[in-house]
């Protein structure tokens, strides 16, 4: 039996890895072919940004009530029907002729992501025990994988003739293998992470650092989805570079963030999340900062690069962070505070299509500026409250595990006890 079920956390795994990618390369696939779809629905920048929003509300609605759906329905039909969701309003998008069409599409491919999401993190941080951050940095590097591939694949693509509807026909179809995938295996729901002396409290759901956690994501998932979804406009528009060149650069943000997460799911055992949270945010602002301000092309890429290296390890940090401080109520807090990323990706980047509508582009990618900034406050801020949230204990500090201290899988089979 043990070995069975070290089998199964290994192909769930390896599943998660698969989803992040294709989730990955389809998010990113919007923003990069942006100057396409502008002229081919013959829309303005605040309706564009007004498609991203509503993919962001569908998403925020499917998240905040991912947990109680994962504990009745289980995980497996979370996870198969909630990529089929996906696939499907990626795949209908480019079946749209109209850009309220496509954002019916998109709002569609929210609700899929967001449950997903959930579900995922939940899963991985379960599987994880005290190496939670390194199994979530590896199974969501392969989302930078993913977003790495998807920007330069279609941008190319599409440079040379093919058709933008191709494209997200494609992308569909990736997610619906992967669904497929998801729907053939036993991998049920684990309501809690492995018992360890390192997970002995547990902080209030409701709570100041809980709050932080939550603007944390949304003011991340704003700023790195944003960056990411009009990094091809601000560099055709503002830098005068074509269209490939443009892929190249977004591809190159989202390297940056794969390298920084496979860096750290062999090192970030070694210091806590906090401080390794506060350290990234830094690093990303700086980055983006020195982008927007150089003049040549090149040296702005290769800033976006670095700013995407600095948001590698910002979402997984909270997440475990989360997970350690409620570790009896995993999938209740991931929810929250993916709410809050979620939220985030409503707000941000409409004020940001708006400024850029009224403003300008460069106004628009300064707001993002203004963005990492708060990101920076906010990590401060998590900094502080940890140390209260645990009453003054290290007991919540993840100590650096040794060989064997991976938790145990959740139940995979018929038996278990865990609910869905």
Same mark, same amino acid.
């Given at each position: 039996?043990?070995?069975?079920?070290?089998?199964?956390?290994?192909?769930?795994?390896?599943?998660?890895?698969?989803?992040?990618?294709?989730? #990955?390369?389809?998010?990113?696939?919007?923003?990069?072919?942006?100057?396409?779809?502008?002229?081919?629905?013959?829309?303005?920048?605040?309706?564009?940004?007004?498609? &991203?929003?509503?993919?962001?509300?569908?998403?925020?609605?499917?998240?905040?009530?991912?947990?109680?759906?994962?504990?009745?329905?289980? *995980?497996?039909?979370?996870?198969?029907? #909630? *990529?089929?969701?996906?696939?499907?309003?990626?795949? #209908?998008?480019?079946? *749209?002729?109209?850009?309220?069409?496509?954002?019916?599409?998109?709002?569609?491919? #929210?609700?899929?992501?967001?449950?997903?999401?959930?579900?995922?993190?939940?899963?991985?941080?379960?599987?994880?025990?005290?190496?939670?951050?390194?199994?979530?940095?590896?199974?969501?590097?392969?989302?930078?994988?993913?977003?790495?591939?998807?920007?330069?694949?279609?941008?190319?693509?599409?440079?040379?003739?093919?058709?933008?509807?191709?494209?997200?026909?494609?992308?569909?179809?990736?997610?619906?293998?992967?669904?497929?995938?998801?729907?053939?295996?036993?991998?049920?729901?684990?309501?809690?992470?492995?018992?360890?002396?390192?997970?002995?409290?547990?902080?209030?759901?409701?709570?100041?650092?809980?709050?932080?956690?939550?603007?944390?994501?949304?003011?991340?998932?704003?700023?790195?989805?944003?960056?990411?979804?009009?990094?091809?406009?601000?560099?055709?528009?503002?830098?005068?570079?074509?269209?490939?060149?443009?892929?190249?650069?977004?591809?190159?943000?989202? *390297?940056?963030?794969?390298?920084?997460?496979?860096?750290?799911?062999?090192?970030?055992?070694?210091?806590?999340?906090?401080?390794?949270?506060?350290?990234?945010?830094?690093?990303?602002?700086?980055?983006?900062?020195?982008?927007?301000?150089?003049?040549?092309?090149?040296?702005?890429?290769?800033?976006?690069?670095?700013?995407?290296?600095?948001?590698?390890?910002? &979402?997984?940090?909270?997440?475990?962070?989360?997970?350690?401080?409620?570790?009896?109520?995993?999938?209740?807090?991931?929810?929250?505070?993916?709410?809050g990323a979620g939220l985030g990706g409503i707000v941000i980047p409409w004020v940001m299509s708006a400024v850029a509508d009224g403003f300008g582009l460069v106004a628009g990618m300064g707001f993002y500026l203004l963005m990492c900034g708060v990101m920076v406050v906010l990590?401060?801020?998590?900094?502080?409250?940890?140390?209260?949230?645990?009453?003054?204990?290290?007991?919540?500090?993840?100590?650096?595990?040794?060989?064997?201290?991976?938790?145990?899988?959740?139940?995979?089979?018929?038996?278990?006890?865990?609910?869905?």
């Amino acid at each position: 039996m043990h070995r069975e079920r070290e089998l199964s956390a290994s192909v769930g795994v390896i599943l998660a890895s698969a989803t992040f990618a294709a989730v #990955g390369g389809c998010l990113t696939v919007p923003g990069t072919l942006l100057p396409v779809l502008v002229d081919a629905f013959g829309i303005r920048l605040v309706e564009a940004g007004s498609m &991203f929003a509503l993919q962001a509300v569908a998403y925020v609605l499917s998240v905040a009530t991912a947990a109680p759906v994962i504990q009745r329905c289980g *995980m497996r039909a979370v996870l198969s029907i #909630g *990529m089929l969701g996906f696939a499907a309003g990626f795949a #209908g998008f480019g079946m *749209m002729t109209t850009w309220w069409g496509g954002a019916t599409m998109l709002f569609i491919s #929210g609700l899929g992501f967001g449950a997903v999401e959930v579900a995922l993190n939940t899963l991985v941080v379960a599987l994880g025990g005290e190496r939670r951050a390194n199994l979530l940095n590896l199974t969501q590097f392969f989302f930078a994988v993913g977003a790495f591939i998807g920007p330069a694949a279609a941008a190319r693509v599409v440079a040379g003739g093919v058709s933008w509807r191709v494209v997200f026909g494609v992308a569909g179809g990736l997610a619906a293998a992967v669904a497929l995938g998801w729907g053939l295996q036993p991998i049920r729901h684990a309501a809690r992470v492995a018992d360890s002396p390192a997970l002995a409290k547990t902080a209030p759901l409701r709570s100041k650092l809980t709050i932080a956690m939550a603007l944390m994501l949304a003011a991340y998932v704003g700023a790195e989805m944003g960056i990411g979804g009009w990094l091809s406009k601000y560099m055709v528009e503002i830098r005068g570079v074509d269209l490939s060149y443009a892929g190249t650069a977004v591809s190159l943000y989202w *390297m940056g963030l794969a390298v920084g997460r496979l860096l750290l799911t062999a090192t970030s055992q070694y210091v806590t999340e906090e401080r390794l949270v506060l350290g990234l945010t830094i690093g990303a602002a700086g980055a983006f900062a020195l982008g927007l301000a150089v003049h040549q092309p090149a040296l702005a890429v290769a800033a976006f690069a670095l700013t995407g290296f600095g948001f590698s390890g910002i &979402f997984p940090g909270v997440i475990a962070l989360a997970g350690r401080y409620h570790p009896q109520n995993v999938a209740g807090i991931t929810s929250v505070v993916i709410t809050g990323a979620g939220l985030g990706g409503i707000v941000i980047p409409w004020v940001m299509s708006a400024v850029a509508d009224g403003f300008g582009l460069v106004a628009g990618m300064g707001f993002y500026l203004l963005m990492c900034g708060v990101m920076v406050v906010l990590a401060v801020a998590i900094n502080v409250l940890g140390p209260v949230a645990s009453g003054g204990s290290e007991v919540l500090a993840p100590a650096v595990p040794g060989a064997g201290t991976m938790a145990q899988p959740p139940h995979t089979d018929g038996k278990s006890k865990s609910s869905g």
